[in-house]
């Protein structure tokens, strides 16, 4: 029987910051980020819990009932909210990024610089699945639940991934690259935007 895929709430927090953390330990992005594997791991969950948060209050988490598979969305209207540099704000970044922030900073600005224009549309901003559970297609089922919300409200969808294999995974669900781009900086991370055509 096909896992079904459920909307998250706050019940399902730990577990979904767990498998968020361990499926982007690797990721090109946050490797840039976080270069020591073990501030990685640990500065993961405090990112994650905060995303979590944020899209509870702004946006949508669908996932397996198990929580082996997560996916973060923006829904129309919100692709491009960000939270106002407060200085509680600030603070609770420099909690999760360290001497890091910087560079989170460059990869957070450089992803608004790309992400297309507009608010008609869904926005994937994190797709993730534990890794003792990769390559059963729990993550292509969920990335569908979203993209039927989408095909229903009439209105495409977009994401960005720094992982070259992911490219190919993405293509295969409907997506198209909009635009290849890097981080400035030394050595930094390549950039993949793609957009999943308005069903329309």
């Known amino acids: ?116 224009r507009g608010e008609g549309r869904y926005y994937l901003r994190y797709a993730g699945v534990r890794p003792d559970c990769q390559g059963k297609g729990l993550g292509g089922r969920t990335i569908r639940a979203g993209l039927a919300r989408a095909a229903q409200a009439g209105v495409p969808a977009v994401l960005e991934t720094a992982t070259a294999s992911n490219v190919g995974l993405y293509q295969r669900l409907g997506f198209v690259i909009r635009e290849e781009w890097d981080v400035p900086g030394r050595e930094g991370p390549h950039f993949w935007t793609m957009e999943h055509p308005d069903p329309a």
Request: aromatic letters at 6%; proline letters at 8%.
């Open 1 to 116: 029987m096909d896992t079904p895929i459920i909307t998250l709430d706050e019940t399902h927090r730990a577990a979904a910051v767990a498998t968020l953390a361990a499926a982007f330990q690797n990721d090109p992005a946050v490797s840039w980020i976080i270069p020591d594997p073990a501030a990685r791991a640990r500065r993961l969950r405090l990112m994650y819990d905060w995303l979590f948060s944020d899209h509870l209050a702004h946006g949508l988490i669908l996932g397996t009932p198990d929580v082996a598979a997560v996916t973060l969305w923006r829904e129309p209207g919100k692709v491009h909210l960000r939270s106002r540099l407060t200085p509680p704000h600030v603070l609770h970044l420099l909690r999760i990024f360290g001497p890091c922030i910087m560079r989170a900073a460059k990869v957070g600005d450089s992803i608004d610089a790309h992400l297309l």
